[in-house]
C-alpha cells in the first residue's frame, strides 16, 4: 500500500496485503491485514504489525523514529535489530506472542519506555541492562521459562504493575 501520509485522517485502519516469502521470490502465503495508523498531524505515532507472521523487524519501522507507540506481538521474532534504539520516542512496546529465547539488549536504549509486553516467548532470564528503563511503568513477563525474576527489577524505579506467571506482582 502507497500512500502519502497527507492523505491519512488522525486514525485509520488500512488494509495492507502481506507476502510472505521464503528462499527466493516465490510467495508462500498471501494475506490481507489491517494496519492501524494514528498519527498527530503529519507524525506516525503508532503502528499495528501483529499477527503477521513477521520473522524480522522491518527496516522501514526503524525509521519511524516518532513512534510512541509499536505492537508486533504474534510474530515469529527470535531477533530484533540494534535499528530499533533510534525509536527513542517510543513509550510502549508490545513483543508478546514471538520466538524470543533472549532479551533483546536493544530494548534497554529505549530510555522514553513506559510499557513492555514481553508474555509468550522463551525467555528465561532478564538482563540487568533493563535498569536503564527508568520510565517503565508496567513490564508482563507471563509465559516465559523464568524461574525467578532477579532483584535488579526491584531498581526500576516507577514500576508499577510487574506480571509473571498470569499474576500481578506489584
Request: charged share 20%; with cysteine; aromatic share 4%.
Amino acid at each position: 500500500v502507497e500512500m502519502e501520509m497527507s492523505e491519512l485522517a488522525s486514525e485509520e485502519v488500512v488494509n495492507v496485503c502481506v507476502a510472505v516469502r521464503r528462499g527466493g521470490d516465490k510467495v508462500i502465503k498471501l494475506a490481507e491485514q489491517q494496519l492501524v495508523l494514528h498519527r498527530k498531524p503529519n507524525t506516525l505515532i503508532s503502528i499495528a504489525l501483529t499477527s503477521t507472521e513477521l520473522e524480522e523487524v522491518p527496516a522501514v519501522v526503524c525509521e519511524l523514529v516518532s513512534l510512541n507507540g509499536l505492537y508486533i506481538g504474534g510474530n515469529k521474532l527470535k531477533t530484533l535489530p540494534a535499528q530499533l534504539a533510534k525509536l527513542t520516542q517510543l513509550k510502549l512496546l508490545n513483543l508478546g506472542s514471538n520466538m524470543l529465547m533472549e532479551f533483546p539488549l536493544v530494548v534497554c536504549e529505549l530510555l522514553n519506555l513506559e510499557d513492555l509486553y514481553l508474555f509468550n516467548n522463551q525467555l528465561s532470564s532478564l538482563h540487568p541492562s533493563i535498569v536503564r528503563l527508568v520510565n517503565l511503568k508496567r513490564l508482563h513477563l507471563k509465559r516465559n521459562r523464568f524461574k525467578s525474576i532477579p532483584m535488579f527489577v526491584g531498581r526500576l524505579p516507577h514500576l508499577k504493575e510487574l506480571i509473571v506467571g498470569g499474576e500481578l506482582c506489584l
